[in-house]
């Protein structure tokens, strides 16, 4: 049988059937049976339109990209939900072009895309490079490139045709600007509750029954009232002591720092030890440096004929022996360093000696300023102090820890070790003594160990700031409890009393507004001098009160209403007038607000649109994995 | 090529079989290609008309609102030309827009009905309902207005229209229902969106 499959195989039959295999293949690309094959799993479908789990994950990232990154904003399903929904109403959109035949020829697409400023050349005009490195850069073809611009121009386009139609006749939008853009003449007068107070009386029996009643107001969490010690590096700075020889050291050592912007001009004469550096050359070399130093010192002025006469560096000798401008740390060979910068403008110096030979060196000028051992010696000492504190900071630390725990049961030597002195704090709960120990939770929770809360131990030091250490001990401690009446029977009935002041507020109040709303008059009342208010501008009155006010029937005016405010006291508001704002607004501030009711008018065009699309549309969506954690 | 026995037989085969529907075979096809010849005719005179409609209005949407002559003349041309394409409504609302700006409302209000009786986008055809009932309404017919608001409508414009109604009933003096009305609208109208901002506000100034 295989025998006569091998015959067949090599038959016209056979290579007709070939030719029907490979054709599609030819036409379409593997890639598409490829591409198909794999990522079945779809969040959504619109209209038959699949979101893939990859892409859903893919805007998930961007979301998460956008929000610097925190990974907790995309796992809250919520805003799972709303990405999910916008990439929809980019499929609807996407199908809706497809439907309605909407269109983008090419030549529309490279007006665009030569015009767009990230393509520009250094010429101002379209730059065919910029655009293939920018597109590379970016992991994109120019066809991917120009297939997603048309997508997004083609949606923009519907939601453009849809949000530039908007418009409402004058008279309409008359309607809503003169109920936006209303001034109402509003004056107030306040009952303030405090002024009732004093007609306010607590029956001392209702103290004590609310205090019955709610006595979980009153719990009181476990306190504990504690002895501390804190020891800082600041506390050792106060006993280190510094010498003038240590500051000049340190100023010496770190000479480069405190130089500032000085450079130093010098020429120099260089007898070399030649290249046997024995101690005959040397001591030959020695004899022909003094000699010349001497002529030197003997005619100062000639120092660069002699220079050029004697110095043996055959870069400088011929300019007289001029080095030009150097700095500290320019990469001179120290001892030349050092001799240069302690010389006076002017002079010369005697024999340096290097590793070169002997130099005569010139100081011939110095430019800039370097800061003088005076200008900086407290500074050097304040930084030596604490230097000094920290590296003694180790041990005394150490010590301090060591004394804390073996002589837990008091405070004291560790104290007196260290010249502090032991301080007692008030009543403190858990969270109490955690937020005065700078949020450290360790010491606090120390502190209620049963070690050192019941058998009265010290607790161990702890470092609650940098290079800080405490140490604390229960002096005493309560247990949770329910505050006793005497304690808190004053602040209940001022509670009280003000609930009582508030009450009659409330009823006078109410009274008065009954007479004003019936036309009669209340003599008693104070009224604020009215105020022509609008909602966004409230003036001097509270948004709350001017709320208020625009909500009020205003057929027949003056009209009246009440509001209680926050602090139990009764306001009456009266509005005496109402006026059109629109009317005194000036033509450009019309012209502006008109502009932005039909803004607000076309995104609700365009927001209903999309409603319809998706209610005529087919949506399915698959909440599992809506819901689920990515998976990439 | 020599063919051996079995592969003879099959060829004959063959050539007893073309013999037989060999006609009916080449008609099918000729049938089959015309169709496909057509098809592909009427889909190029399609993309035609939408990217020649496309290109027109987009030098529409670039137009301002006050030059009234060429939106005039580039919008009648859409909507005489590509009639049938997705463009037309939308020109014909722009159309309109610019027509009552230039205080033209009988040809505004041509074109609104115009949009209302062609194309087949009911979002559209709502929006000119709208529009068209605004324009009724600031010419104080109002029954008429209403009328045509209670006409068959795209649902998702529902809010839109109970605003507007809203609007027609507090001309009317009927406070009462514009109430009803602008609480209809509030249920309805885009949460997030602040065109909501004043039909509270419109409501607000009834008397709450």
Avoid: C
């Amino acid at each position: 049988m295989l025998e006569a499959i091998r015959s067949r195989s090599q038959g016209w039959i056979a290579k007709v059937i070939l030719v029907l295999i490979t054709v599609p293949f030819a036409l379409f690309g593997v890639d598409s049976y490829l591409r198909n094959a794999g990522s079945k799993a779809t969040v959504a479908e619109v209209n038959g339109n699949a979101i893939s789990v990859q892409e859903f994950n893919k805007s998930l990232q961007d979301a998460r990209t956008q929000q610097k990154d925190d990974p907790n904003f995309i796992q809250n399903p919520e805003v799972r939900r709303s990405i999910l929904d916008k990439m929809i109403t980019q499929r609807l959109l996407q199908s809706e072009v497809k439907r309605g035949g909407y269109l983008v020829t090419d030549e529309q697409l490279s007006n665009l895309i030569v015009t767009m400023p990230e393509f520009q050349g250094k010429d101002g005009t379209f730059s065919q490079d910029a655009y293939d490195k920018l597109l590379a850069a970016n992991g994109m073809t120019p066809r991917g490139f120009e297939a997603m611009m048309r997508r997004d121009l083609l949606v923009q386009q519907l939601r453009d045709g849809i949000v530039s139609t908007a418009f409402t006749p004058d008279a309409l939008v008359d309607v809503a600007l003169r109920a936006k853009h209303q001034l109402r003449e509003v004056s107030v007068a306040t009952l303030q509750s405090d002024s009732f107070s004093d007609l306010a009386k607590v029956d001392p029996a209702d103290v004590k029954a609310y205090y019955d009643k709610h006595q979980d107001e009153f719990r009181r969490p476990e306190q504990v009232r504690m002895q501390f010690l804190v020891l800082s590096v600041n506390n050792l700075i106060l006993t280190t002591t510094v010498t003038d020889d240590e500051i000049k050291d340190f100023y010496q050592q770190n000479a480069n720092k405190y130089q500032g912007d000085e450079s130093r001009r010098a020429s120099h004469i260089l007898i070399a030890f030649g290249s046997q550096k024995d101690a005959a050359s040397k001591a030959a070399a020695k004899k022909k440096a003094l000699e010349v130093l001497a002529e030197v010192k003997k005619s100062p002025g000639k120092f660069a004929e002699l220079a050029k006469k004697y110095s043996q560096d055959p870069g400088s000798a011929d300019k007289g022996g001029d080095l030009g401008f150097s700095k500290r740390g320019d990469g001179m060979v120290k001892p030349f360093e050092d001799a240069l910068f302690a010389m006076s403008p002017g002079s010369v110096s005697d024999l340096v000696e290097t590793e070169f030979g002997y130099h005569i060196i010139k100081l011939s000028e110095v430019k800039g300023t370097a800061q003088t051992y005076d200008q900086v010696r407290n500074q050097i000492r304040g930084e030596l102090m604490s230097q000094k504190a920290l590296s003694k900071f180790a041990d005394v630390a150490e010590a301090f820890s060591n004394t804390v725990y073996e002589q837990s049961a008091s405070l004291e030597p560790a104290a007196k070790a260290n010249h502090l002195e032991v301080q007692t704090s008030g009543w403190l709960s858990r969270d109490d003594v955690a937020s005065f120990f700078k949020n450290n939770d360790k010491l606090a929770t120390l502190v209620f160990s049963d070690e050192v809360l019941k058998n009265k131990r010290n607790t161990e030091a702890v470092e609650i700031a940098p290079n800080t250490l405490a140490a604390a001990r229960v002096v005493e401690s309560r247990p949770p409890s329910i505050k006793p009446f005497d304690e808190v029977k004053a602040d209940i009935e001022a509670a009280l009393k003000k609930q009582q002041a508030a009450k009659l507020a409330l009823q006078k109040g109410e009274k008065s507004l009954e007479i004003l709303k019936q036309g009669g008059s209340v003599s008693d009342l104070s009224w604020s001098s009215p105020l022509s208010v609008e909602r966004s501008n409230a003036q001097s009155i509270s948004t709350s009160v001017v709320l208020k006010a625009f909500q009020m029937d205003t057929s027949k005016l003056p009209a009246y209403a009440g509001s209680v405010a926050l602090d139990g006291s009764y306001v009456l508001i009266k509005v005496s007038a109402v006026e059109d704002g629109v009317k005194s607004m000036n033509a450009e501030d019309k012209k502006a607000t008109i502009a932005r009711y039909n803004g607000a008018l076309g995104s609700e065009y365009f927001l209903a649109y999309v409603k319809s699309l998706r209610n005529r549309a087919k949506i399915t969506i698959n909440n599992s994995l809506l819901g689920s954690k990515d998976t990439n | 090529m020599a063919y051996d026995l079995e592969e003879q037989e099959q060829l004959e085969e063959l050539k007893a079989w073309w013999k037989r529907y060999g006609n009916t075979v080449q008609w099918a096809l000729l049938v089959a290609l015309t169709i496909a010849a057509g098809f592909q005719g009427w889909k190029y005179y399609q993309y035609r008309q939408n990217s020649q409609a496309s290109m027109l209005y987009e030098s529409l949407q670039r137009l301002s609102v006050a030059d009234t002559k060429s939106v005039r003349a580039v919008s009648a041309q859409i909507m005489d030309k590509y009639g049938d394409t997705s463009y037309a409504p939308r020109a014909a609302l722009l159309a309109a827009q610019t027509n009552y700006v230039a205080k033209d409302r009988k040809s505004a209000i041509a074109q609104l009905e115009w949009v209302m009786t062609h194309g087949s986008d009911e979002a559209l055809q709502t929006i000119a309902m709208l529009q068209l009932a605004g324009l009724k309404t600031e010419d104080k017919q109002y029954d008429a207005a209403l009328k045509l608001l209670g006409t068959k409508h795209d649902p998702a414009f529902d809010g839109l229209v109970a605003d507007m109604q809203g609007d027609i009933l507090v001309a009317q003096g009927k406070t009462a229902e514009a109430k009803k009305a602008y609480q209809d609208a509030l249920g309805k109208l885009d949460e997030k969106n602040s065109f909501r901002k004043y039909t509270e506000q419109k409501l607000d100034g009834l008397g709450s």
